[in-house]
């Protein structure tokens, strides 16, 4: 079957560096999304990776190892805003979408 | 105003009832895209549209059906509605072009007694 992994819930404190983790098992691979879902609303889109290596975007950086079957999303600088939720999703062989079940981000002072 | 605009936002109905969920978008785009959101799982996709006359199911789509009036409309339907139906709909929109990310709706709330 197809899998997606995250962990449930992490914490950090503002200013910090926080690391989310998202291992898939998927049937091929055409990409993987990072999301943001804050509570009660509807997620947005973060980023996109479909080749090994490290996406920036200002405090928001993205890495995958298609090899490893894995990808993290990397938050500089925390933000209380950055309390939310983290989807990562795989687009499968049939460019469908298998979805994590989310790491609730919370961020203390 | 939103580009996806979902309605009814909150709704609480009885189990038995015919609910409908509607979606529209001014963002132009071809394909949308209805899923359900629970607690402690993953986004579960329950019907798509390639265009208003490519209908498919997705994983979830017993005891749901569709409709898509318009380019820019796609309506979701639970004929008979359950209790374990109850959940947060959201209905998303995609271009059919890389990375074609998905833009969502606000989120619909249905609670069935």
């Known amino acids: 079957g197809q899998n997606i992994d995250q962990p449930t819930e992490m914490t950090a404190t503002e200013g910090a560096i926080v690391q989310i983790n998202c291992t898939y098992q998927?049937?091929?691979?055409?990409?993987l999304f990072w999301y943001q879902q804050h509570a009660g609303e509807a997620p947005t889109f973060l980023s996109y990776?479909?080749l090994d290596g490290l996406e920036e975007k200002g405090r928001f950086s993205s890495f995958l190892s298609r090899s490893k079957g894995y990808s993290y999303l990397l938050l500089k600088e925390l933000q209380m805003k950055d309390s939310a939720s983290y989807l990562c999703?795989?687009?499968?062989?049939?460019?469908?979408?298998?979805w994590g079940a989310g790491t609730k981000l919370i961020i203390k002072p | 105003d939103a580009d996806v605009t979902q309605t009814p936002r909150n709704r609480i109905t009885k189990t038995g009832k015919r609910i409908m969920l509607e979606c529209s978008q001014t963002?132009?785009?071809?394909?949308m895209y209805w899923y359900r959101q629970d607690p402690g799982l993953g986004l579960r996709l329950i019907y798509y549209?390639?265009?208003?006359?490519?209908?498919n199911k997705g994983e979830i789509s017993d005891g749901y059906s569709v409709s898509r009036q318009a380019q820019a409309k796609f309506s979701l339907s639970l004929e008979s509605a359950i209790p374990n139906q109850t959940a947060l709909y959201f209905c998303?929109?995609?271009?059919?072009?890389?990375?074609?990310?998905?833009?969502f709706g606000e989120g619909s709330r249905l609670t069935v007694l």
């Open positions: 998303a929109t995609r271009r059919d072009r890389e990375p074609g990310e998905l833009f």
């Open positions: 998927t049937s091929g691979f055409n990409g």
């Open positions: 999703a795989v687009k499968d062989s049939n460019y469908q979408l298998i």
């Open positions: 990776n479909v």
């Open positions: 549209s390639f265009d208003v006359k490519d209908i």
């Open positions: 963002k132009g785009h071809d394909r």
